[in-house]
């Protein structure tokens, strides 16, 4: 896009700035599996995440970085860069972004899990013996983590926490980032799916805490359909889990570049992609792209 400057670009997202204090985030449709972005990106996901963030920044009751989601508000974009972000972009509130991942787990699964059943670590430190896979927990976990530019996200205990951000910032964010998943999980279970875990970003405006980048989307949250999980078994996922099982088993040793995706394995990660988005917008995928 060559009307703005592009000041940042993630493994999905490219950031721009309008002014001092107005960005434009736009979610391509680029996906990365093991901390690298594959060369094939899947058909839509940007126009997903981006629909379901904007989903849940009028659905959730908490400050947040949107502006607006209409290519026209973008000062300086010509009519042929309107249509290429269309339905993918989010103009926002520029913020102090907060250096700590909020990470909130209702289940047992993942990373923890494996961090659990070795004997527990960071994530798990506050859990009791004795539970399952996939098993949901008494009641939610806040386990944050570091933002790393590049490469993974460290898990941090509740201590290592508290003095990166301090003993009150801390406490909003995590009784915040319970609450929105809180939230997320009663309204995903009454459309039969269930919010296992989920990560958000806060940031700073002056002195408020509000909710940046995406919110409960399918590539910072995991989503079930309620009716396939079982306790001790692996669950299916509504994400990018055809992409990183296929890899798997692929002779490839997890750097740059990775193998190209059979057809079958776009058309599948894809089709999950817009079966989420519809399950919790409650609307056709095909009339968002209409827009």
């Given at each position: 896009m060559q009307s703005l400057t592009q000041i940042g670009a993630g493994k999905v997202r490219d950031i721009y700035q309008v002014d001092p204090y107005t960005l434009l985030?736009?979610?391509?449709?680029?996906?990365?599996?093991?901390?690298?972005?594959?060369?094939?990106?899947?058909?839509?996901?940007?126009?997903?995440?981006?629909?379901?963030s904007l989903h849940?920044?009028?659905?959730?009751?908490?400050?947040?970085?949107?502006?607006?989601?209409?290519?026209?508000?973008?000062?300086?974009?010509?009519?042929?860069?309107?249509?290429?972000?269309?339905?993918?972009?989010?103009l926002v509130r520029r913020a102090e972004v907060i250096p700590m991942e909020c990470v909130v787990r209702g289940y047992l699964y993942g990373s923890s899990w494996k961090e659990y059943s070795s004997g527990g670590g960071p994530t798990t430190e506050h859990l009791p013996a004795g539970l399952q896979l996939a098993e949901k927990l008494t009641e939610p976990i806040?386990?944050?983590?570091?933002?790393?530019?590049?490469?993974?996200?460290?898990?941090?205990?509740?201590?290592d926490a508290r003095?990166?951000?301090?003993?009150?910032l801390y406490e909003e964010l995590r009784s915040l980032s319970i609450s929105l998943y809180t939230n997320g999980n009663?309204?995903?279970?009454?459309?039969?799916?269930?919010?296992?875990?989920?990560?958000?970003?806060?940031?700073?405006v002056g002195d408020d805490v509000i909710l940046i980048d995406e919110v409960l989307t399918p590539d910072s949250s995991r989503y079930w359909p309620a009716d396939q999980w079982q306790l001790g078994s692996t669950i299916p996922s509504y994400d990018?889990?055809?992409?990183?099982?296929?890899?798997?088993?692929?002779?490839?040793?997890k750097?740059?570049?990775?193998?190209?995706?059979?057809?079958?394995?776009?058309?599948?990660t894809r089709r999950r992609y817009v079966d989420i988005f519809e399950r919790l917008t409650e609307s056709s995928f095909s009339n968002y792209l209409g827009q």
């Open positions: 985030i736009v979610a391509s449709d680029r996906i990365s599996a093991f901390d690298v972005v594959l060369d094939q990106p899947i058909p839509d996901k940007g126009r997903v995440l981006t629909g379901i849940w920044f009028d659905l959730l009751d908490c400050p947040n970085h949107l502006i607006s989601s209409d290519p026209s508000d973008i000062p300086g974009l010509d009519k042929t860069e309107q249509r290429e972000v269309a339905g993918r972009m989010m806040f386990t944050p983590a570091t933002k790393a530019e590049t490469g993974h996200d460290e898990n941090l205990t509740e201590n003095k990166l951000v301090g003993d009150t009663a309204y995903a279970a009454e459309r039969g799916a269930i919010l296992a875990d989920t990560k958000f970003e806060f940031g700073l990018k889990q055809p992409v990183r099982d296929w890899l798997e088993t692929q002779d490839w040793d750097t740059p570049p990775a193998p190209p995706l059979p057809k079958s394995i776009v058309d599948d």
